[in-house]
């Protein structure tokens, strides 16, 4: 079992960066497939990104080539650095751990409490 703690949201203005970071405990972090996901008010929550084991990383087509997830398996992180952030942007962010590098929420076992990400227009 693993537990997920994001940090790192906040406001910040369009055009702006920002970098959340998800602490996971356990030894056993690097086995795992970290995803990001994201809910904004009214919206159903949906996927971001994820990274592999391996290093390999997928992305939603909206925030594509603005947006990086990494992870640090020494440090037991996974982060997401988000570059030219847009009002829609707007949400809260959710880093989540599974087995699978998929887009579906439901193959994720393990979930954060969750950071606000504020971008203002």
């Known amino acids: 079992q693993v537990q997920l703690v994001e940090s790192g949201g906040g406001l910040v203005q369009a055009g702006g960066s920002l970098r959340v970071s998800c602490a996971a405990s356990?030894?056993?972090?690097?086995?795992?497939?970290m995803g990001w996901f994201r809910q904004a008010p009214g919206n159903k929550r949906e996927f971001v990104a994820h990274i592999s084991r391996s290093g390999s990383t997928g992305y939603a087509d909206s925030v594509k080539g603005r947006f990086t997830i990494s992870r640090d398996n020494a440090k037991n992180t996974v982060y997401l650095q988000m570059n030219s952030l847009k009002a829609e942007d707007t949400a809260v962010y959710y880093c989540?751990?599974?087995?699978?590098?998929?887009?579906?929420?439901?193959?994720?076992?393990?979930w954060g409490q969750g950071t606000q990400v504020t971008v203002s227009s």
């Open positions: 356990g030894r056993t972090f690097s086995t795992y497939v």
């Open positions: 989540a751990a599974g087995w699978v590098a998929t887009t579906r929420e439901n193959t994720y076992d393990y």
